[in-house]
T-cell receptor, first 115, second 115 residues
Framework: AQSVTQLDSHVSVSEGTPVLLRCNYSSSYSPSLFWYVQHPNKGLQLLLK??????LVKGINGFEAEFKKSETSFHLTKPSAHMSDAAEYFCVVSEGGSTLGRLYFGRGTQLTVWP | GAGVSQSPRYKVAKRGQDVALRCDPI?????LFWYQQALGQGPEFLTYFQNEAQLDKSGLPSDRFFAERPEGSVSTLKIQRTQQEDSAVYLCASSLGLAGLGEQFFGPGTRLTVL
């Protein structure tokens, strides 16, 4: 069975400081892992994805995530937060088998960026 | 071309009414997904279409929920005899290839409120 746990429901940082959004997953197969961002009144946007290639994945807007199989983690980081990064972030897992293509979302982490 | 569009963006229904939610996927996209996002939660899978064929409807919460995509393009999610627990944002996503291949692009969602 697959599931996603986002360890923080809210994260607050000051502009210019690092961002860390934590995610742990469980999966019966070799999963694909994603981070999506949701700005108010806008659709979900893909930030980055891991599909069994390089374990360090770079995405848009300076975000990156590292797949650590031994820790079943896929934490999202950014060296320096910007005001425009304030949004809801979702860690997502997808796997093969009978659920091919289905995305399983975590509960989300609300990121607040203070000036 | 344009992204995924959904209409209406907001819908208020009285308990017991039927509602129909529309999704216009990106032109040429083979796969179409519906997700339900309750307040404070991540989206949850409802159903999946490959062209006009509904290949997976295991996420539909009850037989009051029905989805169709008769010509392999526009899709409609219908909810009969709405209940308060149906209040949520309904998200549609499409992808160019078959399920599990390629990024899912999300629409802005329809926020359904059942009074």
């Amino acid at each position: 069975a697959q599931s996603v746990t986002q360890l923080d429901s809210h994260v607050s940082v000051s502009e210019g400081t690092p961002v860390l959004l934590r995610c742990n997953y469980s999966s019966s197969y070799s999963p694909s892992l994603f981070w999506y961002v949701q700005h108010p009144n806008k659709g979900l946007q893909l930030l980055l994805k891991y599909t069994s290639a390089a374990t360090l994945v770079k995405g848009i807007n300076g975000f990156e995530a590292e797949f650590k199989k031994s820790e079943t983690s896929f934490h999202l980081t950014k060296p320096s937060a910007h005001m425009s990064d304030a949004a809801e972030y979702f860690c997502v897992v997808s796997e093969g088998g009978s659920t091919l293509g289905r995305l399983y979302f975590g509960r989300g982490t609300q990121l607040t960026v203070w000036p | 071309g344009a992204g995924v569009s959904q209409s209406p963006r907001y819908k208020v229904a009285k308990r017991g009414q039927d509602v129909a939610l529309r999704c216009d996927p990106i032109s040429g996209h083979v796969s179409l997904f519906w997700y339900q996002q309750a307040l404070g939660q991540g989206p949850e899978f409802l159903t999946y279409f490959q062209n006009e064929a509904q290949l997976d409807k295991s996420g539909l919460p009850s037989d009051r929920f029905f989805a169709e995509r008769p010509e392999g393009s526009v899709s409609t999610l219908k909810i009969q005899r709405t209940q308060q627990e149906d209040s949520a944002v309904y998200l549609c996503a499409s992808s160019l290839g078959l399920a599990g291949l390629g990024e899912q692009f999300f629409g802005p969602g329809t926020r359904l409120t059942v009074l």
